[in-house]
């Protein structure tokens, strides 16, 4: 199979990319206010499990403020 991937921008949120530096299968950047994510993985299953465990990282660090 082909690896999937999806893209999220979540405006407002690039003061968070250290959150996500280093985490398997996230590229980050930053494009103005907006923090921009890649995420690839193997397959749905794994994409799916990788993109909950960023967001749950970067929702943690959120409310860490």
């Not at 103005?32 to 465990?53: K, N």
Request: net charge negative; glycine share 8%.
């Amino acid at each position: 199979m082909e690896p999937v991937s999806v893209d999220l921008r979540l405006e407002g949120r690039a003061a968070l990319l250290t959150t996500v530096e280093g985490m398997v299968g996230v590229t980050a950047s930053i494009d103005g206010e907006t923090l921009v994510l890649h995420v690839v993985a193997p397959s749905l299953r794994d994409l799916q499990a990788a993109v909950d465990a960023t967001l749950a990282a970067l929702n943690e660090a959120e409310s860490a403020g």
